[in-house]
C-alpha cells in the first residue's frame, strides 16, 4: 500500500501539516461513494499510523533524495537571468575592451578594477583584490607583425609568445629550419644560427576537416558521461590524473614547449638560453594545434624574473610555416620579416584574485562560492578562456544582488588569477583560508565553506553537474535540476568518483584537493577544443549568447539553493595530511 501511496500521492514532505488530507478522491463518486471514500479514508489513516515509523523513514529516506525547491523564487532568478541578462555586457568588457587577460598583466590588473567597479555598482559587499604569490613578471603583446618578403610577399598570421621580447623595431632576415627535438639537437646547429629566423620544429602534417567544429553532446552522449563503466579506473574527482599531463622528460614539442607542467618550464628554460647564446634572432614554431587560420599556443618564456629570457618568438599558422619548410627544402632561402613589441610588467610580482560577496542572513559566517579564472592566454582576447566562466560568474551574482532576496548564507564570487600556469590562484586561496594540503590543519573557515562552483570550459551550456562520487550531493543537485531541464541541464555526473590525488586542469580542483565541494559542470564542448581554447581564435563572436545566459542562470540557481537550504551540503570526504 506504502509504494500505492507513493506513486499516486503528491509527493508529501515530513513536517507538511496537510499531509493526511493529501488523499486525493476517486474522479467521479457519488454520495454513497461519498460513505464508501469516508471508510476508506479512515481505514487509509489507520493503515498509515499502522506503518508511520517505516512511512517516517521512507519519507526521510525521500527527504534525504533531495530538496524541495523555492519554485517562486526559481521564477525570479529566472526572469532576471533570461529577460534582463547582462552577460554578454560582462563579457564584451572582459575580452573586447580588456583582453587578453595574461596574469598580471597590464590588461588583467585594469580589468580587475573594472569587474570590482561592477561587483560595487551591483551592491555587492567587501569587494577587494586578494594577493597571493610572488607569481612573477605580467606580460602582454603591443605589437606584432610578420611576413615572407621573398619569394614573394605574405602577412604571416600569428602572435608572439608569451614572456618572449620584443625584436626592437622591424628585423628582416633569412629563414632557417633547425628542429629541435631535443636538447641533443644544439650541438648540430651550435654557431649556424646568428642573426637568422629560426623555425624550431618541424613542419606540421594537416588532415582534411570532414567534421563540423562545433559540437553538442546528444542526450544519449550525456546519458553515456553519467555511467561508470570500469570502477577500477575510477574518474578522478576532477583535476590532474596522476603522472597524466607530464611530458616526457626532455622531449621538445610544440605542446611539450607550451604545457604549464613543471617540466614544461624546465624544457622552456633550456630552450631559451640556447636560442639566446647563438644569437637567433627570431624564433618560429606552427603552434601545437590549430590551422586554417587558428593557432593554438601559449607560453614561449618564463614568468619568473630568474629564468632565462630567450629571443623573440612567435607562432605562425602551420600552412605558412610549411610553406617556409618547402622552400627551404626545395634549397630556396626566403627572407623573413619581424616587427614584435612586447611589455613586461615588473612593478607588482605579487598575483591577485578578485573577489567579492552577498552577505549573508542568518547564517552569514557560511559561505558559498563561485567563480572561474580571469586571467587569459594572449592568442585571442580571452573570450572562451575564460572570459566566459568569469562573466557568467558576475552576472550570477548580479542576478541574486538584483533580486534583494535574503540569503541565510554569504555567496562570494572569486574570480582567479594564475590559473593557466597551474591553478596558483585558487591553490593560494584555499590553503590560506582554508587548510594547506600538507598538513590539512584547517583554520575556522574549513567548516564554514559550503561549497564553490566552477565555470571554465569553454562558451557552451551546462548539461550536466558534477556530484564528486557523493551519492546524497547528487540526489540533491537531482531535486535542484528537476525544474530547470528545460534549458538542458538534465543529469549529475561523477556519481562514482574517486579523490582528487592532485590539482589540475580547473580551480574546482583546488577546493576538492583539499576535501572541499569543489564543483565543476559538463558542458557543450562546441569549438572549444576545435577552436577557441588558448588560440588567437578566442574571441567574443565565438560565444553563443544562449549558451552562456543558461549558465549564469544555473549558477545563480544552484547558488542560492546553497545559500538558502536548512543544511550545508554534504561533503567528499576530506583527504589524509601528506606533510610526513
Ligand atoms: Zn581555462
Redesign the pocket.
Known amino acids: 500500500m506504502v509504494l500505492i501511496l507513493k506513486r499516486n500521492l503528491p509527493a508529501i514532505h515530513l513536517g507538511d501539516p496537510d499531509a493526511a488530507n493529501k488523499i486525493p478522491s476517486p474522479p467521479g463518486t457519488s454520495i454513497e461513494s461519498e460513505t464508501l471514500v469516508n471508510m476508506l479514508r479512515f481505514r487509509l489513516t489507520a493503515a498509515v499510523l499502522a506503518v508511520a515509523p517505516f512511512f517516517v523513514q521512507t519519507v526521510a529516506a525521500h527527504a534525504q533524495d533531495g530538496d524541495k525547491v523555492d519554485l517562486a523564487a526559481l521564477t525570479q532568478i529566472k526572469n532576471e537571468a533570461l529577460q534582463h541578462s547582462q552577460v554578454m555586457e560582462n563579457l564584451f568588457y572582459i575580452s573586447e575592451v580588456y583582453g587578453p587577460r595574461v596574469n598580471n598583466s597590464r590588461n588583467h590588473r585594469a580589468a580587475a578594477e573594472w569587474a570590482m567597479q561592477q561587483m560595487k555598482t551591483w551592491g555587492l559587499q567587501n569587494v577587494h583584490l586578494e594577493k597571493w604569490g610572488p607569481f612573477g613578471d605580467g606580460w602582454q603583446i603591443k605589437k606584432y607583425y610578420g611576413a615572407l618578403e621573398s619569394p614573394a610577399y605574405a602577412a604571416l598570421i600569428g602572435f608572439p609568445l608569451a614572456w618572449t621580447p620584443g625584436t626592437n623595431g622591424p628585423v628582416t632576415a633569412e629563414a632557417v629550419l633547425a628542429p629541435l627535438h631535443s636538447e641533443a639537437d644544439f650541438a648540430q646547429y651550435k654557431g649556424k644560427l646568428k642573426g637568422k629566423i629560426v623555425l624550431i620544429f618541424d613542419p606540421r602534417e594537416l588532415s582534411l576537416h570532414t567534421e563540423a567544429d562545433a559540437h553538442r553532446l546528444t542526450d544519449e552522449e550525456v546519458e553515456a558521461r553519467t555511467k561508470t563503466p570500469d570502477p577500477s579506473h575510477l574518474g578522478f574527482g576532477g583535476g590532474g590524473r596522476p603522472g597524466a599531463a607530464a611530458p616526457r622528460p626532455g622531449e621538445y614539442t610544440p605542446m611539450t614547449l607550451s604545457t604549464a607542467a613543471p617540466t614544461g618550464r624546465v624544457l622552456r628554460n633550456q630552450v631559451n638560453a640556447f636560442l639566446k647564446d647563438e644569437g637567433v634572432a627570431v624564433a618560429l614554431t606552427p603552434g601545437y594545434n590549430g590551422d586554417g587560420g587558428t593557432i593554438f599556443a601559449s607560453y614561449g618564456g618564463s614568468q619568473d624574473p630568474k629564468d632565462p629570457v630567450g629571443p623573440p618568438m612567435a607562432a605562425i599558422t602551420p600552412e605558412q610555416y610549411n610553406r617556409i619548410c618547402r622552400l627551404l627544402q626545395h634549397g630556396i632561402t626566403p627572407r623573413l620579416t619581424f616587427d614584435i613589441d612586447t611589455e613586461y610588467q615588473k612593478d607588482d610580482l605579487m598575483g591577485f584574485n578578485v573577489v567579492g560577496e552577498i552577505p549573508g542572513t542568518t547564517k552569514a559566517d557560511e559561505v558559498v562560492m563561485l567563480g572561474?579564472?580571469f586571467d587569459s592566454w594572449q592568442g585571442g582576447t580571452g573570450a572562451t578562456?575564460?572570459g566566459t566562466?568569469s562573466a557568467v560568474a558576475m552576472e550570477a551574482v548580479r542576478v541574486l544582488a538584483s533580486l534583494h532576496k535574503p540569503m541565510a548564507r554569504t555567496v562570494r564570487v572569486a574570480l582567479w588569477g594564475g590559473?593557466?600556469e597551474g591553478l596558483y590562484g585558487s591553490l593560494a586561496y584555499v590553503q590560506q583560508h582554508f587548510a594547506p594540503r600538507d598538513t590539512m590543519k584547517k583554520t575556522p573557515e574549513y567548516d564554514k565553506l559550503d561549497v564553490y562552483f566552477n565555470d571554465?570550459s569553454g562558451s557552451g551550456k551546462f548539461r550536466a553537474v558534477s556530484a564528486l562520487g557523493n551519492s546524497e550531493l547528487a540526489a540533491i543537485f537531482q531535486s535542484w535540476i528537476a525544474p530547470i531541464k528545460d534549458l538542458g541541464l538534465e543529469t549529475v555526473v561523477g556519481l562514482t568518483a574517486g579523490p582528487t590525488a592532485q590539482p589540475g586542469g580547473?580551480d574546482s580542483t583546488s577546493f576538492s584537493w583539499i576535501g572541499l565541494d569543489g564543483i565543476g559542470f559538463m558542458q557543450d564542448p562546441l569549438e572549444y577544443g576545435s577552436r577557441t581554447?588558448h588560440s588567437n581564435m578566442d574571441l567574443f563572436d565565438r560565444v553563443q549568447k544562449g549558451d552562456v545566459m543558461q549558465g549564469a542562470f544555473v549558477e545563480a540557481w544552484f547558488a542560492y539553493n546553497a545559500a538558502t537550504r536548512a543544511d550545508q551540503l554534504p561533503r567528499i570526504e576530506t583527504p589524509a595530511p601528506t606533510a610526513k
Open positions: 572561474g579564472h578562456d575564460n566562466g590559473e593557466e571554465d580547473t581554447h
